[in-house]
Structure formats: structure tokens, C-alpha cells
């Protein structure tokens, strides 16, 4: 994922003051495209030396034919002619590892920062674009049970086992807790698919060459699993971390024309994601909302240069109409700069109301990778014209639909009561038996986040009903 070099170039049309001042709002290094400047006219250098030893090698090569077809002596120009060679290979050799130094220190220049995001380089600054709660929802903190106790008392998931099974952050979802989850997933699915997405359930691992064209150089060791087969690196794969890895790479190396974009390509992409969420902790580690397998619905747009910008405004409307079909409070933030993956030029994330724990958390994340991505993908877009001295590349968006386990988690802490949990409306026909609620079948262990923060045991329902018979005998004796 690149921008192109002819941008940093001034005489090729390109404007590195822009992408200064894209790097100042991101809070990363300025300096970095002096250093691309540089490498660039040293490489450009070094293979035009190379290449005019090249021709000039030709020469020799058409002395040394003369002289053997006259018959005379071309020892001299042999040697004359394998030394050059030696010389080009040094050059060449140059050219090709300052080459490889400039795309290294290309991929770590990020993409165009658009002006309408808030530039700052601390998170706390998000700016908020709106608001919104089903009618007659309040939205504030409660007395109720965090997500995941919710989730034990339906006996939706068992954690102490999945550990067991896979290590920290380990779960294993069962019964309706499952069930539900299963629900968000075909619910998502039919919610896209309506919206004219093409399903899409792409390969769960990729290569490496094909990871690197997608994925920034620190996700490789901070967030992705590499499965490894033997010596040879080109046999190596990584599991992915989201669905839009490997659909932004299905149309590598195509070229796209007009008509095959008259509308977005849109894709609907289920995965299961694996993710290795190194450094989360606390609330952040509770239940099934930051886990290392998860699944997700993502949406994952290609368009024309033109029409990215509406395309995006339209994909997040997509989002926020999914989570008031589930009827979830949220709130629509513009992400910082400074925070920005270097993809992407801008990003709303969409943060739905955890009303025991009291805040807004994200469950959405939405954004425009302009031509970003597709330029390392090679996916061309349009005509070629022969004054065209630049290629132009496919327009790529991403925008969570639904992280299911994460979701999940948000839908138990708001559409629970003192019994049990109701279903959402509209996951109910996607559900065995279409039911409306599911009922708590298992007490809470002593040492359960919400009894530990009140310092004393919540009572179920059989335990509350026997303490009330116990105190109506009591009265009635006295």
C-alpha cells in the first residue's frame, strides 16, 4: 500500500509540500519524504549509469564483430566488453537494493488525509457527528449485569473451557448463545444482500505476497497469525484478520473499465477473523468483545476515482440503519488524524451504548482508502490514453457491517431483564423456534464482575423467591 512516487516528484507533477502536510496532520515523520526524495534521484542515477554502461557495452559487442569478421585479433575488446559487464552487474545490483530501500520507505508514508477529519494526534479529540436511541430510550448507566455475565447466566458460553482449549482468550459459545450469534450473521447477511451486496466468503488464510500488498508491515508481527510450512517464506500464509484482506486482493493485477463500475462493486464479506489483540485488558478482555477468533460481516466497496466519496457516505448509512433495525443507542465519531491506519483518508467509527458499563463502545469502523490499496493490488481503472503519464487505480472503502461476538455482547447488556434476555425482533426469524426470550438458567458465581463491584450477591430468581417465602413465615409466626 503505497502512494505513487511520481506525487513526491516535483518535476513529474507531484507536490511533496502536500504530503508533508498530510504527514503533519497524521503526527508522523515530515522528514521521511526528503529521505524518498533522495533515495529516488540516487536510484534514478544508479540505473542510468547502469544502462548507459548498458548501450555502451552494445558498442563494444559491434566492434567485436567487426574485427571477427575481418578476421582480426578481439581480445582486447572481449575484455574490455566483460569488465563493463562486471560494472553494470555492480550498478544494477545498486539500483535494485535502493529500489527495494524506496518502496520500504514509500509504505510508510500514509494516504491523503482529507480535510473534513479532525486533525489531532490523541483519540480524546474524536469529534462527534450524531446521535442516536430508539424513542423512549434513555441512555445512561444502569444497574445491571455486565455483557458476559448475561451471557453465562443463559448458559450461552462456557469461558473456563475454551480457555482450557486455547489459551487466554479462549471461549467456546454454546446453546443460545450461539444461536444468537449464528442469528447476527445470517440476519447480516440477508440485511446486505437486500442492499444488492454480493456474499462473498473468501479464503481464511492468505500468502504472504498477497497479505503484504494489503496489509500495513506492523500487522504481521502485532496483530496477524502466520502458519508456517516449511523453509521456503513463499509457502508461508497468514490467517486473516478481517475479510476485506483477501477480497481487496481477489481483483489484483485486473483493470476495471467504466461500465464494470457504472455502480459500486459491493461485496458482503463473512470470515472467520483471528487476530492476536496483543496489550487489551480489563473491561476490554470481558466475554466475547475482544477475542482472538471471531466472526465478522464486512462491506467492501471498489469504485470509480469519482464516486468514492458519495460511496462512503452511503456505506455508513448502511451501518447505522443495520443497528437501528436492532434497535442498539449509538454514536457516529470522526476519528482523529493522528489515529488513522495508513490507508485510510478518512474514518467514522460507529459506537453503540453499554449501558452497564456506562460508555459508548466502537462496533463500527468505516473508511475510504481512495486508490491507496488498489495502486499496490495494480488494480487499474479506465481507458489508457496516450498522453496519460500517470495510471489511475480503482477507488477501495471498507466499513464493518457486524462483528458478531462483539455485537452479540451489546445486544445481551441492552435487551436484558431481571429474568432473562429478549431477542431482538428482528434476529428472531433467523433463531430456532422464532423465540422472544431466552431465560436466565444459571446463578452467578460468587466472585462475578457486578457482585464484586457492589460488594454483595445479586439474588436469582429462585434465590429471591425462597428468601421471600422464608421472611412471609417468618411474619406470619410472629
Known amino acids: 500500500m503505497v502512494l505513487d512516487i511520481q506525487d513526491f516528484i516535483v518535476e513529474r507533477g507531484g507536490d511533496p509540500v502536500k504530503i508533508k502536510e498530510s504527514q503533519r496532520r497524521r503526527h508522523a515523520p515530515e522528514s521521511v519524504v526528503d529521505d524518498i526524495i533522495a533515495i529516488f534521484e ?14 555502451y557495452i ?28 562486471r560494472e553494470k552487474k555492480v550498478l544494477m545490483e545498486s539500483a535494485a537494493e535502493k529500489d527495494e530501500l524506496l518502496q520500504r520507505k514509500l509504505k510508510t508514508v500514509g494516504n491523503y488525509v482529507h480535510d473534513s477529519v479532525p486533525v489531532s494526534g490523541t483519540e480524546d479529540d474524536n469529534a462527534e457527528i450524531s446521535k442516536w436511541a430508539p424513542e423512549g430510550v434513555k ?14 447466566r443463559i448458559d450461552g458460553f462456557d469461558q ?15 446453546e443460545d448463545g450461539l444461536l444468537l450469534n449464528l442469528a447476527l450473521v445470517n440476519y447480516g447477511l440477508h440485511f446486505l444482500r437486500n442492499k444488492g451486496y454480493r456474499l462473498c466468503q473468501p479464503p481464511y488464510f492468505m500468502l504472504r505476497e498477497a497479505m503484504a500488498k494489503t496489509a500495513q508491515l506492523e500487522q504481521f508481527d502485532e496483530e496477524l ?27 489484483a493485477e485486473e483493470w476495471m473499465q467504466p461500465t464494470d463500475l457504472a455502480t459500486p462493486l459491493k461485496y458482503a464479506g463473512y470470515s472467520t477473523n483471528f487476530r492476536k489483540e496483543a496489550g487489551a485488558h480489563g473491561k ?58 495508513n490507508a485510510a483518508a ?12 456506562g460508555e459508548y463502545k466502537e462496533l463500527v469502523s468505516c473508511s475510504n482508502c481512495t486508490d491507496y490499496q488498489c495502486r499496490a493490488l495494480e488494480i487499474r481503472y479506465g481507458v489508457k490514453k496516450e498522453i496519460d503519464s500517470r495510471k489511475t487505480y ?24 431481571e429474568e432473562g434476555v429478549r431477542v431482538p425482533e428482528v434476529l428472531r426469524p433467523f433463531m430456532p423456534g422464532n423465540p422472544e426470550f431466552l431465560p436466565f438458567v444459571k446463578e452467578l458465581p460468587k466472585d462475578s464482575t457486578s457482585l464484586k463491584a457492589e460488594g454483595k450477591p445479586k439474588k436469582g430468581k429462585v434465590e429471591g423467591a425462597v428468601e421471600k417465602v422464608t421472611e412471609k413465615i417468618k411474619e406470619l409466626r410472629s
Open 160 to 174: 473456563e473451557r475454551g480457555t482450557k482449549v486455547a489459551g487466554h482468550r479462549g471461549y467456546c459459545l454454546i
Open 42 to 55: 540516487d536510484h534514478r542515477r544508479t540505473h542510468y549509469a547502469g544502462t548507459q554502461i548498458g548501450a
Open 58 to 85: 552494445n558498442k563494444v559487442q559491434k566492434e567485436i564483430g567487426v574485427k571477427r569478421k575481418a578476421k582480426e585479433d578481439a581480445d582486447e575488446l572481449t575484455a574490455r566488453k566483460a569488465e563493463l559487464e
Open 284 to 341: 476490554e478482555s470481558w466475554g466475547t468483545f475482544r477475542v482472538h477468533q471471531f466472526e465478522k460481516i464486512e462491506q467492501f466497496l471498489f469504485t470509480k476515482p469519482e464516486d468514492s466519496w458519495a460511496a462512503f457516505d452511503a456505506m455508513f448509512a448502511i451501518s447505522e440503519e443495520f443497528y437501528q433495525s436492532l434497535q442498539l443507542p449509538y454514536r457516529v465519531v470522526a476519528i482523529v488524524s493522528g489515529a488513522l491506519n
Open 346 to 357: 478518512k474514518k467514522y467509527d460507529l459506537e453503540a451504548w453499554f449501558p452497564y458499563q
Open 139 to 152: 441512555v445512561e448507566k444502569r444497574d445491571f449485569l455486565s455483557h458476559h455475565e448475561v451471557l453465562y
Open 394 to 417: 480503482v477507488h477501495a472503502l471498507n466499513s464493518t457491517l457486524c462483528a458478531t461476538e462483539r455485537t452479540l455482547c451489546c445486544v445481551l447488556e441492552n435487551y436484558q431483564t
Open 225 to 251: 497469525y502466520k502458519v508456517t510450512e516449511g523453509k521456503d517464506t513463499a509457502t508461508d500464509k497468514y490467517l486473516i484478520a478481517t475479510s476485506e484482506q483477501p477480497i481487496s486482493a481477489m481483483h
